[in-house]
Nanobody
Framework: QVQLVESGGGLVQAGGSLRLSCAASGRTFSRYAMGWFRQTPGKEREFVAA????????YYTPSVKGRFTISEDNAKNTVYLQMNSLKPEDTAVYSCAAKISTGIYFNSYQYDYWGQGTQVTVSS
């Protein structure tokens, strides 16, 4: 079993930055593919970014590419999402997810474990 806990959300003005953290506990972290997703009320969960278990591969949804960076620190069992140049449309609950596998994954149904989410609000 794996527990994921997100932190770092908050209120920021457009153009600002936030760094989200996802701390994992339980089984060995270094064998997990990780992803970040976001969701707003009335909409489906949306893929944001993913990183492979080795950290060698990353992938982003086009709307955040060049602004967001996903990274991991296996020594701390933590994955990060650095969000720069934030826009009001980035406002959502952001959740991290883990999959016990190699590779890189873009669909929410492919992930095995989820955090509770952290709210990000970007004001205009």
């Amino acid at each position: 079993q794996v527990q994921l806990v997100e932190s770092g959300g908050g209120l920021v003005q457009a153009g600002g930055s936030l760094r989200l953290s996802c701390a994992a506990s339980g089984r060995t972290f270094s064998r997990y593919a990780m992803g970040w997703f976001r969701q707003t009320p009335g909409k489906e969960r949306e893929f944001v970014a993913a990183i492979s278990w080795s950290g060698a591969s990353t992938y982003y949804t086009p709307s955040v590419k060049g602004r967001f960076t996903i990274s991991e620190d296996n020594a701390k069992n933590t994955v990060y999402l650095q969000m720069n140049s934030l826009k009001p449309e980035d406002t959502a609950v952001y959740s991290c997810a883990a999959k016990i596998s190699t590779g890189i994954y873009f669909n929410s149904y492919q992930y095995d474990y989820w955090g509770q989410g952290t709210q990000v609000t970007v004001s205009s």
